[in-house]
């Protein structure tokens, strides 16, 4: 147990759905990743948040739209995704922007029908 | 961009063998990390090394740093089937994100 959580844990859903993955910490941390993880392929860095405010997009499709109300809550809403979006989506976060070690959530397998 | 790059890509060892597991880096690091991946799951921290040490040691592992060559690897002393994960080896760039690499399979058998 790292003290970031995330739900859903597993999600399908069609292209036109909209969802919703959220992720929390109860670290006191600063800063957020979003993190997409696809087969046989490194994470991708999408989108870090630091006190709230967006510091980094990753040249993420808008599909993609981060949510940061608190630097504890972390959202990623889904809209008209497509089939190679399907990955496992992990969430991280750290003491503050760059302070190196990340603390990750057990993630979101995601599956785009 | 990619910077880490893990060697190899899979490793099957026997239970109380030693695993070694590489990290091959490109540009300049203050520090290089290393994390441990169970199946489908998130990521956890193993180890912290800066860049200006050389060898560094938790419990059963061991990681070795050599920025001449721009690489670390990551040793697992007596190896249990629990090590069997995925290994990551990781750079801060842009000064908040972490880069990493492919991984490294680990697979320890009884």
């Known amino acids: 147990e790292t003290g970031v959580t995330q739900t859903p844990r597993h999600l399908v859903m069609g292209m036109t759905n909209k969802k919703s993955l959220k992720c929390e910490q109860h670290l006191g941390h600063n800063a957020m990743y979003w993190y997409k993880q696809s087969a046989k392929k490194p994470l991708e860095l999408m989108f870090v948040?630091?006190?709230?405010?967006?510091?980094e997009n990753n040249s993420v499709p808008s599909r993609f739209s981060p949510e940061c109300p608190n630097s504890s809550h972390l959202f990623l809403h889904l809209h008209t995704l497509q089939p190679e979006d399907s990955a496992l989506y992990l969430c991280?976060?750290?003491?503050?922007?760059?302070?190196?070690?990340?603390?990750f959530g057990p993630g979101t397998r995601l599956l785009v029908l | 961009s990619q910077q880490g790059e893990e060697d190899p890509q899979a490793l099957s060892i026997q239970e109380g063998e030693n695993a070694t597991m590489n990290c091959s880096y490109k540009?300049?690091?203050?520090?290089l990390q290393w994390y441990r991946q169970n199946s489908g799951r998130g990521l956890v921290h193993l180890i912290l090394?800066?860049?200006?040490?050389r060898e560094k040691h938790s419990g059963r592992l061991r990681v070795t740093l050599d920025t001449s060559k721009k690489s670390s690897s990551l040793l697992i002393t007596a190896s249990r089937a629990a090590d069997t994960a995925s290994y990551f080896c990781?750079?801060?760039?842009?000064?908040?994100?972490?880069?990493f690499g492919k991984g490294t399979s680990l697979l320890v058998t009884p």
């Open positions: 090394i800066r860049s200006n040490e």
């Open positions: 991280a976060s750290s003491l503050g922007q760059g302070k190196e070690t990340q603390y």
């Open positions: 948040y630091s006190l709230e405010e967006r510091v």
């Open positions: 540009t300049s690091i203050n520090n």
């Open positions: 990781a750079t801060l760039y842009s000064g908040y994100a972490l880069n």
